[in-house]
């Protein structure tokens, strides 16, 4: 790899995501204001020439709640916490929560139509890797109702982000019997080591780390990792956070800037993630501080030669 290259995921996953964190009541706004902004979103990254991959969870391929009762795998996960199961959050309450914030064939169908647009997966339920109770079965129940409901669109799954960052090495080797590719992973500083503990001094150094720090996000396409000459596992460098004001919008954005920059100049790699539903309280605000990235990304291209690749073009670059 010549060159330097962004890399962009998206954590699709609406409701299914966030369900044991927050109420579907308080977040239907926030989650509608986030489905009129993706076509506009989709519309921005093809015009400044980004090609993105978006880890959808399989639950949002469902076109409603009848597919959804079909849809259930044999084996699912049984977490010690059932409170993290999508599977008794859905019959709980599917007959009082907005459609809209659990399906999204129509925007799923809209992406796959974007120049350079990868979808991908987020698992089928948001299934957590390394939450006690879960077992390998379950896993790969999962992941192949993933794979099975984009087939049914015509859509080839080959690349997988783990659900709250779990990553699991040990399910690598059901990864690439089902035929995926590359998977994301996390960060190598010590603070995004222990994503299923997520302790407190963790969060605050990575809070803190979204601002100021030393440039050690990109890296070499040689720390591209390769699982069994299979599975090509690829490193996240940067959380996009959403607006928050003046000046932390101001440090965090002149943060990620100097690191394009470095990864240009230095022909690596910077692997720039996010879940859509994170523009979803201002959206004009949140595109507006993608503009001024973008904005940079295409001087880093006109400068250095940087190319915008998403994670699939990444891995076969890489083989």
């Known amino acids: 790899m010549s060159k330097g290259s962004l890399v962009i995921s998206l954590d699709f996953e609406f409701i299914w995501g966030v369900f044991d964190k927050v109420s579907h009541v308080d977040k239907e706004t926030y989650f509608l204001n ?14 400044y020439g980004i090609h993105a991959t978006w880890a959808t969870v399989g639950m949002l391929f469902n076109k409603d709640w009848d597919q959804w009762m079909e849809n259930i795998p044999e084996v699912k996960p049984d977490y010690n916490n059932r ?22 064939n129509d925007l799923i169908k809209r992406i796959t139509l974007g120049k350079g647009q990868e979808m991908a997966t987020h698992s089928y339920s948001h299934y957590y890797c390394l939450e006690d109770g879960q077992t390998d079965e379950s896993f790969r129940q999962d992941l192949s109702k993933a794979i099975e409901i984009a087939s049914r669109s015509n859509i080839e799954i080959k690349s997988l982000v783990f659900p709250r ?28 080591n222990d994503t299923h503990g997520d302790g407190l001094k963790n969060k605050i150094f990575r809070t803190g780390d979204a601002y100021i720090g030393t440039f050690d996000k990109s890296y070499k396409s040689e720390e591209l990792i390769s ?13 996009l956070r959403p607006k928050e004001g003046k000046l932390l919008d101001f440090l965090k954005i002149n943060r990620i800037k100097k690191e394009i ?5 230095n022909n690596e790699i910077y692997h720039l993630w996010w879940h859509p539903h994170n523009f979803g309280n201002d959206v004009v605000g949140n595109l507006d501080n993608l503009k ?25 670059e890489y083989n």
Not at 34 to 40: D, L, S, V
Not at 227 to 238: C, F, G, H, L, P
Not at 261 to 265: E, F, I
Request: hydrophobic share 35%.
């Open 227 to 239: 699982y069994n000459d299979s599975i090509v596992m690829q490193k996240a460098s940067r959380l």
């Open 165 to 192: 960052n779990q990553f699991n090495k040990s399910y690598l080797e059901i990864c690439s019997e089902l035929g995926l590719k590359t998977v994301r992973t996390n960060p190598s500083n010590w603070y995004w």
């Open 34 to 47: 986030t489905r009129k902004m993706i076509p506009q979103l989709i519309n921005l990254l093809e015009d």
């Open 83 to 104: 409170f993290l199961s999508a599977y008794d959050y859905g019959l709980r309450y599917k007959s009082e929560i907005n459609d809209n914030l659990c399906f999204a």
């Open 261 to 265: 920059s470095y990864a240009a100049r």
């Open 292 to 316: 001024i990235i973008l904005d940079h990304f295409i001087d880093c291209k006109e400068r250095y030669g940087m190319h915008s690749l998403n994670m699939i073009e990444i891995a076969e």
